[in-house]
């Protein structure tokens, strides 16, 4: 079937997912100390109820950073970002309609998005936390609104690295495709997508 719309996830689709655990000269326990912030307030900072400044205070306690430090790496990180080359490469041709839709929080929105340009490869970026909720298929149904995409949701394809989401979609109606690797995607992507 040939798709209308491209639904892409952003981390480990995309990019590689960990760019905030690479650590600041100086401080060997910088991943450790991410892992378990994240494991306190990833869930409330991916849909906006907590904020930055909280998450940076958090990582400041844990590594004995200061505040601004830890803003100024997070800022770094999220300027080298790895990109996935042909997933990549795929998105950036724009064959078709595309959004971004991912959980994600507002260090996303505000340093990863302006910093790698995405609104010049993406129709639209849909981001959990400006929508308040981390369900990625109201995530792409609101994508679709803003696309103003009124078709046959099979004609839709979410590019996920997580099956149970791709399964959650395709269950909503939509078309899937599990991300497994860019080598994986770089064999897949002309019977998914045709030539290029």
């Not at 952003?10 to 905030?20: I, K, N, P, Y």
């Not at 991943?31 to 109820?49: F, H, I, K, P």
């Not at 971004?100 to 849909?126: K, M, R, W």
């Amino acid at each position: 079937m040939p798709f209308a719309v491209l639904l892409w996830d952003f981390g480990d689709t995309l990019v590689d997912e960990r760019w905030m655990r690479r650590a600041p000269a100086g401080v060997p326990g910088w991943e450790d100390a991410w892992n378990a912030t994240m494991a306190d307030l990833a869930d409330a900072w991916n849909v906006g109820a907590t904020s930055s400044d909280a998450v940076y205070a958090a990582l400041a306690e844990r590594t004995g950073m200061a505040v601004d430090e830890v803003a100024a790496h997070a800022e770094h990180c999220c300027r080298h970002i790895t990109f996935h080359e042909e997933a990549w490469r795929v998105a950036g041709e724009r064959r078709r309609p595309q959004a971004i839709v991912t959980v994600n929080p507002e260090l996303f929105s505000d340093l990863v998005v302006p910093a790698c340009d995405l609104a010049a490869v993406f129709d639209h970026v849909v981001a959990s936390n400006q929508e308040g909720t981390d369900d990625k298929v109201a995530l792409c149904e609101r994508a679709l609104a803003r696309l103003g995409f009124r078709g046959d949701r099979l004609e839709v394809l979410l590019i996920d690295n997580r099956p149970d989401l791709v399964d959650a979609w395709r269950d909503a109606g939509g078309s899937g495709y599990w991300f497994q690797g860019d080598d994986r995607f770089a064999q897949d992507v002309g019977g998914l997508l045709g030539g290029r």
